[in-house]
């Protein structure tokens, strides 16, 4: 009986695994090399792209990977990105001569950035959590947390704030913090603090911001050795960017201690692999202020999950969707909400974890969700292979991760193409996807840089392309990879626009409601 007929009454059911667990190697949840048959030994230095055309390579050779954000002020147009320096500010108001204006900001581990139209502020939230080292399966600890006995220990008495800290980003060259808040409801400044802290979230610029987090020390039943803590909802009150609020916590029965009888029901329970908790903020496509409602939520292998959000502070699951997944990887870590209006349909995609795909490969979800309350599959995104001039014929043989990471940056200036998206890829770059026919997606384009690292060091090169951002107004895309940051077009969009100009309109219906207020600042 599928899972989601028992969300609403406490207990966690769900579809058999395809994979019986007998035959289920642990070492498929290493993140340290798995050259297999056909493998190749060297790294790609080669670049392929293919309807698409490269216009500017900033900051060359270097790391330039992290998480993209946008903002704007009049016609100047702004890049925030992590870096190893912290995050960075580049003025893209030319995109082919963009330059940096703030290096190392400020630190996070995510960010979220949107114009508060109560505060009149462009405000970060910026993400942070326990993060301890030397946590993740290696060689000598293949099976991660289950074979190294520090690790339960490690997670749970790390140092640091476990929550977020909120910055005005409204003069980009000077970022000032406004506020820090923690998720476990307790003074941030303590040393040790209950619960992973915020891995990511969803803020559109609106009164409430919604968390990725294990709001304290309960919420333990997480399979995958990749973390001690499954994270669930935490929804927060920041119209008062400088005083933010609890409003409300959502799990799913069984994440927490104490909810052994829905745990022990759950498919994944006791496989020491899957994913079972959740991936990224809920998405909430219209602002809950505005008359939005429902918030769409990648739970890993536990599913998407559909809250009705419209009384926040005590949110109800009204669909799920839950197909059959193998164990391994993240089957489901982010949704793509940013054509609901148009279209009805999300887009929920996986994250692949390991290299030399040393774990099951899960597919990207087009979704109908027209009746919210029965999300309806309607095909899977095909999977890339390597240019016919690669030396391999599958990207499993080249080395690294080959999969997704996470949709095009969410709060972006213009309206997304309804018929093309688009997935940083990791080894296999950047790739487009045509969904004029949702039956029947296809591969339009794509990009794949030089991979960067050497073969050595095997966190050098794992994620050559990770986050993207398109500038839909401007028909230009930025991609941070591991050798910099690129900036493409393809005629898939139309002609790129390289002058500057004003934001008139945004990928999310009441994103960013009075930025060009800001125009003065």
């Not at 987090?213 to 400088?242: G, K, W």
């Not at 219209?286 to 739970?299: H, K, L, M, Q, T």
């Not at 972006?412 to 080894?427: E, Q, R, S």
Request: with cysteine; net charge negative.
């Amino acid at each position: 009986m599928p899972r989601r007929d028992f969300l609403k009454s406490g207990i966690a059911l769900g579809l058999s695994s395809t994979l019986p667990l007998a035959l289920i190697s642990r070492s498929d949840a290493n993140h340290h090399p798995h050259p297999h048959e056909g493998s190749i030994d060297f790294l790609d230095r080669n670049m392929y792209i293919h309807d698409m055309e490269v216009l500017q390579h900033f900051e060359a050779g270097k790391n330039r990977r992290g998480d993209l954000q946008f903002m704007s002020r009049g016609a100047e147009r702004f890049l925030f990105q992590l870096t190893s320096k912290g995050c960075s500010v580049y003025d893209i108001s030319d995109p082919l001569r963009p330059s940096i204006i703030n290096e190392g900001a400020f630190d996070a581990q995510q960010i979220q950035l949107a114009y508060n139209r109560k505060a009149g502020k462009w405000i970060v939230i910026a993400a942070q959590h326990s993060d301890p080292a030397n946590v993740y399966p290696s060689a000598e600890y293949p099976q991660g947390r289950y074979d190294n006995p520090r690790i339960e220990d490690a997670w749970r008495d790390w140092k640091g704030l476990r929550g977020i800290v909120i910055w005005d980003a409204t003069d980009p060259t000077d970022i000032r913090q406004l506020s820090e808040y923690n998720t476990d409801g307790g003074d941030p400044s303590r040393e040790v603090q209950e619960g992973m802290g915020v891995k990511e979230s969803f803020y559109t610029g609106g009164k409430y911001c919604f968390l990725d987090t294990s709001p304290d020390n309960s919420f333990i039943h997480m399979e995958s050795p990749l973390r001690y803590y499954s994270n669930a909802i935490q929804v927060i009150d920041v119209e008062d960017p400088e005083n933010p609020r609890f409003v409300s916590n959502a799990w799913l029965p069984g994440q927490r201690a104490g909810e052994e009888a829905a745990y022990r029901a759950w498919p994944e329970h006791g496989d020491k692999l899957s994913f079972t908790g959740l991936h990224s903020g809920t998405a909430v496509p219209v602002n809950i202020e505005d008359g939005g409602r429902y918030g769409y939520s990648a739970f890993g292998a536990l599913g998407m999950v559909i809250h009705d959000f419209s009384r926040p502070e005590s949110p109800q699951v009204v669909g799920h969707f839950d197909p059959p997944s193998k164990p391994g990887a993240i089957a489901m870590h982010t949704v793509d909400v940013t054509r609901i209006d148009a279209r009805g349909i999300v887009l929920v995609e996986p994250e692949a974890v390991n290299p030399d795909c040393n774990e099951p490969q899960h597919p990207i979800w087009i979704v109908d969700v027209t009746d919210p309350a029965r999300p309806r599959p309607i095909s899977q995104l095909p999977k890339p292979v390597p240019p016919p001039e690669a030396p391999y014929r599958d990207f499993c043989d080249k080395r690294g991760r080959f999969g997704t990471h996470a949709p095009p940056a969410w709060n972006a200036p213009g309206k997304v193409d309804l018929n093309l998206t688009m997935y940083p890829y990791f080894i296999a770059g950047l790739q487009c996807f045509d969904i004029t026919n949702l039956a029947r997606p296809t591969i339009a384009a794509y990009f794949i840089p030089p991979q960067a690292g050497n073969l050595e060091d095997p966190g050098s090169y794992h994620r050559t392309v990770d986050h993207i951002l398109v500038e839909w107004d401007r028909n230009l895309i930025w991609a941070g990879t591991d050798s910099g940051v690129y900036l493409l077009s393809t005629p898939r969009l139309g002609e790129p626009i390289v002058d500057p100009m004003p934001v008139t309109e945004w990928s999310l219906p009441g994103s960013n409601i009075g930025h060009d207020a800001s125009e003065a600042g």
